[in-house]
């Protein structure tokens, strides 16, 4: 298990059940950035890639 498991993993006990839309997520990441601003390449790459899934031009 990775470290970062752990915490996917408390994601889905405690928010496994709500529903939340992209707009709120976006919010939440940015949020998330401004406090922790060393992690902004991360949660870019990752927005990006949540954006770009079902692009077919982007394999």
């Known amino acids: ?3 970062t498991d752990r ?3 408390e994601l889905q ?3 496994g059940d709500d529903e939340v839309t992209l707009e709120w997520l ?3 990441l940015q949020a998330f950035v401004d406090t922790f601003p ?3 390449t991360a949660i870019e790459r990752f927005a990006t ?3 770009r899934l079902d ?4 394999d």
């Open 1 to 3: 298990m990775y470290f």
């Open 7 to 9: 915490g996917i993993e």
């Open 13 to 15: 006990k405690r928010r």
């Open 26 to 28: 976006g919010d939440q």
């Open 38 to 40: 060393e992690f902004e």
């Open 49 to 51: 890639w949540l954006a």
């Open 55 to 58: 692009d077919p031009d982007d």
